[in-house]
Nanobody
Framework: QVQLVESGGGLVQAGGSLRLSCAAS????????VGWFRQAPGKEREFVAT????????VYADSVKGRFTVSRVNAKNTAYLQMNSLKPEDTAVYYC???????????WGQGTQVTVSS
């Protein structure tokens, strides 16, 4: 029902910024909660942030709070993750995912690599 494609990753120096995009296809995107996750080599997948279907509510992991901002534009079927003050420990593959109020995160993108150099 939903297909997701992440973009915007790349190489940045510590202290820099990136904006990730999550482009969705599907008629019901505006009904889905969007989550952002990341996974570094050898580590478990980690929750980063989530945004409600309307965009009115957000939650952030403590590790990114104050530095990252999640947003969405439902008319464009797109969610975003603005990442500021990046640190080397933010290096990971970043994924977006969607879920309904009655499901887990059933739809996932392929991921986009973010590498922060020191």
């Amino acid at each position: 029902q939903v297909q997701l494609v992440e973009s915007g990753g790349g190489l940045v120096q510590a202290g820099g910024s990136l904006r990730l995009s999550c482009a969705a296809s599907g008629r019901t995107f505006s009904s889905y909660i969007v989550g952002w996750f990341r996974q570094a080599p050898g580590k478990e997948r980690e929750f980063v942030a989530t945004i409600s279907a309307s965009g009115g509510s957000t939650v952030y992991a403590d590790s990114v709070k104050g530095r990252f901002t999640v947003s969405r534009v439902n008319a464009k079927n797109t969610a975003y993750l603005q990442m500021n003050s990046l640190k080397p420990e933010d290096t990971a593959v970043y994924y977006c995912a969607t879920r309904s109020s009655s499901s887990g995160y059933d739809y996932w993108g392929q991921g986009t690599q973010v590498t922060v150099s020191s």
